[in-house]
Each structure stands twice: as C-alpha cells, then as structure tokens.
C-alpha cells in the first residue's frame, strides 16, 4: 500500500522524464546525430532530478509546482536548441544558475524573520537598481533596461519586481504602519509605484511597467477596503494611457499593429502577422518538432517562443502551457491562502500575480488578444534574468508552502 | 530528411499525449491532496450535521509533537490510535493500533478504552470502564496530553 502511494506522486516526474527524453532524442536525430544534443538533454535532465530530488527529500512543501515549471523549462528548452543550439545551453546554464538561486532564496527566506520591517530597505535597493540601469545602462531593441557585467547582460527591472512586491506586502501585511513624517504608508506606496513606473517609462520599458501596475491594482483590489482609492487609481492610469497613447509614437505603433496588423505587413506589422501565420499552420498537434520554420518571427526565442511552440507542438501544446500556467497559479494561491502569516500571505500573493500578469500579457500579445508589449513567458522564454528571477519567486512561494506544512494545522509532508 | 519529418511529425501526437498525462496527473494528485486534507482540517464547516468535539493539543515533549496538528475533531464519534483505520490518527510508539473511542449518546460524551497495551489516563486517572467525559477533562494516551472540549 505504502509503495502505491509513493509510486503515485512519482508519476508525473516519469512523464516528465520520458518527455525530455524522447525530445532531445528527436532533435539528436535533426542535428544528424550531433552528441552534442545529448549532453545537452542529459544535463538538463540530471538538473530537475536533482532539484526534485531534493525538493521531496528535505520535505521542502508543495512538490507539484517545481515539477510544473521544469516541464515549462523542458518545452522552452526544447524548442531553443531547435532554434538555434547555442541559446539552448545558454539557457540550461541560467536554469542551473537559476536551480542555485531556487535553493538560496528558500534558505534565506525560509530563515529570515525580519522581511516585514524591511520596506525602506525595498524602496532604496529598487531606486538604487533603476539609477545603475539609468547611468550604466545598455539599449537594446529600444529599451534602456540592460545592464552589462563582464560578458553577460542583466536586466534589473526583473529583479525590481520581486523587491516591489516585497515592499507592497509590508504595507498590506500592516507591518508598515506609522506614518513617515506627514505621508501615510497608503499613499507612501502609490508614491512608490509610481515613483517605479516614472523609472520604467524613462528606460521605455513598458512591459514592466505594466505587470508592476496590475499587480498594484489587484492588490489593492484584494486587500482594500475603499472602492474609492482603487477606482482612482484605474481612472489615473487610464488618463496616462491614454496620454501616452496621444504623445508617444512607441505606443501608437502597439496600438495600430493590435488593431490591424495586415495594413503594414512588411514593417510594423511583420513580427505579429509572422506570429499569427506560425500559429495558423501548427493546427491542432502541431507540424512536429523541427518541422515548422519559427526563424521568420524577430525575436522568436525570447518574447514570440509561444507562437514557435504553438507551430511546432499545435494549439494543444500552446494550451497545455497556458493550463500549466493556471495550475501553477492554482497551487500558489492556495499557499497563499493557507499561509498563517499576514507577510507570507501578501508575498506569495504578489508573486503569484506576477507569473499570471506576465503569461497573460505575452500570450496575449502573440495572439493579438491586446496589444503586444515585449516581455518574457515565464520558465519557457529565453532570458538568463528572467529564468533566475522566476527560480527566485518560485523559491520564496516554496518557502512559504514549506513553513505552513511545517508549522501549520497539516501533518508533516508525506 | 523526409525521414525525419515523418517521424517529427509522429512524435508530435506522442508530445501532446505525454504532456497532457502529466497535466491530468498533477490535477488528480492535487485533487487527492485537497480530498484529503478537507477531510481532517475542515474545522469551522460541520456538514455531517453531528454533535461536535475537539481533542486539543497541549504541549508536550513527546517526539511526534511536529507531527501534531493543534486540534482534532470529533463527529458524533470517532476511534483515536495509531491504525490509518482510526478516524484519529496519532503516530506515537506508546499509543495501540485502536487506543480509545470517544462518542456521543443522548446528551453525553463517552469515553472508552480499547484493551489498549499503556493504558489511557484522565485527569491522571488510569481508566478502566467507559467514562463520562467533561468538558476540558485532560487525556493522556501514550505520552501524548489532550484537552477535552465542546
């Protein structure tokens, strides 16, 4: 009976290995033979099975959402050393880098009993990142929010996203709750937000800027009393949208390419109507890995890998990640919800917005759902920043699920 | 080449599949956790619609004490030992397979032991027939230290 139940919960990590396994077998077979394709897999492989490995061992709580995100990792991979080999082992070295990360954040988040008192130090680090990026900054593709350190280039504005949440949860945890001089912490956090978004708009990173408002929004939404101040707050970004819409012609082009992208095919609509062909002749199941032609979308392993995967592995695949994403988010809310501290709460909260907002916003982006702002899907994208800041998020909401099983109501993990 | 697109195609179907059992199985091994972790913890809903009780925890030095939750509920009635059988479930080297059982009969709480090998104590007293049990009365099962209450 014993053996049963813990051959159960191994089952998916099998199908997961079976996926890797059959995968990088396919594209050793397109490398024609190239052993180098093996290596590759076998290192990704051996990465998750030690990350779940010890995930379930050391009984670090909920076991389902890591297991998830190497499956995200696994098809992101996949379809990168398929675009072009050189991006998919850059990536499984972020994902090992990354892997480090997961287990420091939960250390040092699982240890530390001071994160609520901390808001001051949130507001400074962040300020301080945006500054660096202002006066270090590279450009790239229109955004100034790169910065190079020695052969690799980092994106702080990744890394603002968690310290932003971090400080949000210090007010909404009510830890943060004596008024500084004359300003109340309520209006101390739009101050903030909006302090962060003035950065954002100055690198013309509009992707972030979005994600940092809407998680804004939905807590306020979700932990307001005062319909008032939330309603204000929309009414406020609508006016800038709509501002920015007027003044810039950034925005204008998203705006028009939305809305019809066929009228400028050549030029300004070329990366979305690339998009919407690579979906269109993956059909259900997909033309079959290495079969479709992804290199025609600009930028397709970073912003666009949804189109490639909705190309090669069908709107059945594109779906399973979007589900994927939406169990994900399942499991971190629950966390959220069961979570004894008001902190813990607010954090893992946060953080799940985060993953759902960024999925939301690029998946429908690619399927012109709204209108497109670059930024990385989680797990799947290339990005050394993103995947390490996503491993970081994922290790704090690990933390947290571990600190409820552990000294919550429930039975030590199983 | 051709060769290979015929079986890229193939492996197609077989990817759908593949990631689509691992979605269906995480969902069901969620679904089995919710399933079950309702079953113990739902502490303020009484659906069952019976006369309700709770062991409550007090601390004590006993090893299995990470292992405890802070209260446990009692529907009508419920067998307290360390069989999964029991309906409260407590993994502790001195508790028997069946220890005790506590029910509810016109009006009273009762509590019996099942020929337990250590014995079951309250308020201190070793017990030998079915008693009537108090609110906040003390059990001692093993080494392990309950509060009564209603």
Known sequence: MARFKGLNYRRPAYLLILMNLFGFGLLFVKNSYDTKMLYVGAGLLGLFLILYTIIVLCRMGDKFIALMACMLITIG?????????????????????????????????YHIRFWDRMWMVYVILGTGLFLATL???????????????????????????????????????????????????????????????GFLVLQRDWGTILVLFAIYIFMTYVYEKNYGFLLMNIAAALVVAFLGYRFLYHIQVRVSTWLNPWEDISNTGYQITQSLFAIASGNYFGRGLGNGSPGYIPEVHSDFIFAAVCEEMGVFGGAAIILLFFLIAYRCFKIAILAK????????????????????????????????????????????????VNFVSLGIIQAISAKEERHGGEKGGR | MTFYNLLSSIFSYIFTLIIYLFIFGVIRLIYLDVKKMS???????????????????????????????????????????????????????????????????????????????????????????TVLLDAQDEIAVGELHFLFEL
Request: charged content about 20%; overall charge positive.
């Open chain 1, 77 to 109: 991979v996949l379809l990168l050393c398929r675009i072009d080999l050189s991006f998919g082992i850059r990536q499984i070295v972020w994902v090992a880098v990354g892997g480090i990360a997961f287990f420091v954040a939960y250390l040092v988040y």
């Open chain 1, 135 to 197: 006066i270090f900054g590279k450009t790239i593709n229109g955004a100034r929010n790169w910065i190079a350190v020695g052969n690799v280039t980092v994106q702080p504005s990744e890394l603002t996203k968690i310290l932003y949440i971090m400080f949000l949860a210090c007010y909404y945890s009510k830890a943060w709750d004596k008024p500084l001089g004359r300003i109340t912490p309520k209006w101390g956090t739009l101050m903030v937000t909006y302090l962060f978004i």
């Open chain 1, 341 to 388: 501290d008001a902190y813990d709460k607010a954090v893992c909260f946060g953080l799940t917005l985060m993953f759902a907002v960024q999925t939301f916003i690029i998946v429908g982006g690619v399927i012109k759902l709204i209108p497109l702002t670059g930024i990385t899907l989680p797990f799947v994208s290339y990005g050394g920043t993103s995947i390490v």
């Open chain 2, 39 to 129: 079953r113990f913890d739902d502490e303020r809903v009484n659906v069952s619609g019976l006369e309700t009780a709770s062991l409550k925890t007090i601390q004590s030095r006993s090893h299995a004490e990470n292992e405890l939750k802070k209260r446990y509920m009692i529907y009508g009635q419920a067998t307290v030992g360390r069989n999964k059988s029991c309906d409260v479930v407590l993994r502790e080297k001195y508790i028997s397979g069946e220890h005790i059982r506590i029910w509810y009969e016109k009006g009273e709480w009762y509590l019996e032991d099942l020929g337990s090998r250590n014995g079951t104590y309250i308020n201190g007293q070793r017990i030998r027939n």
